[in-house]
Structure formats: C-alpha cells, structure tokens
C-alpha cells in the first residue's frame, strides 16, 4: 500500500482533544499524533501537517514553526490585534486596554482600535476624545456602531486577507460587531448587567471564523484581567510606542521615567504630548514589574 502525503492545514478550532484542520477547502477533525503530544503544544491559528486516516477524519504529525503567538487569547499567527473598547455600557476600562495593547505589542502584532457603540454617543465629539490617546500614540482608529451599522465600511478592510483578533473586556460587542461584518455568523450575542455594568460572557472557547473579505478572525472570549508579558521592567516603555520614541532623549539611560531630572517623558506628559493616562498605565505596569522581579 503506498504511503499517505502529509497535508498541510491551519487549526481552526479545538475541543475535547479534536484539532478542526481546515485544508484545501474542507476541514478535518484530527487527533494529535502520540509523541507530538509530549514535545508540541497545539493551538488554534498553527499551521500543522497532518495525515488523513480516514474522510475528513485525521492525525496530526507536526506544528509548523511560528509567526507570532499570543498568551491570552491563545492564537497561533495572526498578524493584526483589533482591540475594541465601548463609548459606554460598559464604560472603558483604560488600565486593561493599555494591558491588551501591550500584549499585543510584545507579540508583534499589527494594532488598531475600534470604539464601539457610538450610538450611545452622550455629547458631540465624545468619540473622538476618547480616541485621542491611541491616535496620539500611532494607532490607527475607528468609531463604529454595530446595532446602527455606522461606519463599518472602512473598518471591514481591515480584516481583509489576515488573520485578526479581536480583544476587549465583556460586552464590549465583540461577537456583535462581527455579526454587523458578516452577518452570516450569526454568533450568539448578550446584554450588560445593570448591576455591575459588565458584560457577560458569550464567547467560551477560541475559534477562527472565515470572512467575505478572504481574512479569518478569532472570536475570543472576553476578559476582565490580563497578565503582562514576560519582559524586563525597563523594556517596557517601549511596548507604549509614544513612550519609547521620547525615551531616548531622557538625561540618564537608566531613567525610571518617575522622578527623574531631565526625564523627557515626563516632560512630554506636562506638555500634554502624552496622554495621562497611558503614562499612568505604563506607571502601574512598571511597578507590577519590578515586584513580580522582587519576588523572584
């Protein structure tokens, strides 16, 4: 009997030990191969080689090497983070937006922001200076409704011919700005406690989801805390692209960016050139940091 060719597939979905390979047009579901299980891990977004056993069934033999790889959510290759906070219901949570930002960073993702909800506008302008701080920072933004279909148009190209991930906290309408893109998904959808404004989560696993436009997006579960990546606290600054661009013009190399004299980002912030609040987010993210570091 002559041999079987391994095929090469991307892993679009896992559950109770099943990997969904979509390759050539179909999708199999397939086991991990013995050894493999004890040398490779297997996430959703890994381009894997596999063997067909059976229609549609399959064993995969190997994980093809990375190009990037994200924690939380768990995503093998994707090239672009699209992080989505709401103009309110739940109101934005900075600190964990900064959080979400610098994950991405460190992985090497391409980043935009997307406030959603603007149908809930309160006064003229609202969305824009909630959007100041990323676009100060070099992020490409977008103010989009998804119940009024507002402004989706431009950000529909941004998930062309890619593989996205849309991060935010609960409720922030992930799953809905999704349906209003694709409406064919039809991904289940829920509503804010009004006891504590939060979203509940409708999301429960990580999966790849095909778009008109030639791209895959994962739709993740939502999140309220995040951990930060493994980097030393004075590389830190430079996962905040406005705060690393300035960092070299600090008087001494080692400068905390705290107290120090001649500190050029704590100029800048007096300046009103960076916005407070990423300044405090970098601040609290340093010293989360430096005691994880103590710890150890």
């Not at 050539?24 to 579901?29: F, N, P, Q, V």
């Not at 983070?81 to 979400?100: C, E, G, S, T």
């Not at 905390?256 to 990423?278: D, K, N």
Request: charge should be positive; hydrophobic fraction near 40%; proline fraction near 6%.
């Amino acid at each position: 009997m002559p041999a079987v060719e391994p095929r090469q597939g991307l892993v679009t979905r896992a559950l109770g030990g099943f990997f969904f390979v979509a390759s050539a047009g179909k999708t199999y579901r397939c086991t991990a191969k013995g050894v493999l299980k004890q040398r490779a891990e297997i996430i959703v977004g890994d381009r894997v080689t596999f063997i067909e056993t059976e229609p549609m069934r399959g064993v995969i033999d190997d994980v093809l090497p990375r190009r990037t790889r994200l924690l939380r959510p768990p995503v093998a290759n994707a090239t672009k983070a699209v992080v989505i906070f709401a103009i309110n219901k739940p109101p934005p949570n900075y600190m964990l937006i900064d959080r979400i930002l610098v994950q991405a960073e460190a992985a090497g993702l391409n980043i935009i922001i997307c406030l959603n909800k603007i149908d809930l506008i309160e006064r003229a302008g609202q969305d824009q200076e909630l959007l100041i701080p990323y676009r100060s920072a070099g992020y490409r933004t977008y103010s989009v409704s998804s119940k009024t279909r507002a402004n989706l148009e431009p950000l529909r190209d941004e998930f062309k011919d890619c593989i996205s991930v849309l991060a935010g906290q609960s409720g922030v309408g992930k799953s809905s700005l999704l349906n209003a893109l694709e409406p064919g998904l039809e991904l289940a959808t829920g509503k804010i406690s009004s006891r504590t404004l939060r979203g509940r989560h409708t999301t429960r696993r990580v999966e790849l989801l095909s778009l008109a436009t030639g791209g895959l997006v994962a739709d993740t579960p939502g999140f309220s805390t995040l951990s930060l990546p493994d980097v030393e606290p004075e590389e830190l600054v430079y996962l905040f692209p406005e705060l690393g661009a300035i960092a070299p013009y600090c008087r001494f190399a080692d400068c905390r960016h705290e107290t120090e004299p001649h500190c050029a980002i704590l100029a800048a912030v007096g300046a009103g050139e960076v916005a407070a609040s990423r300044f405090q987010s970098y601040l609290s993210m340093a010293a989360e940091l430096r005691e994880l570091r103590r710890k150890w």
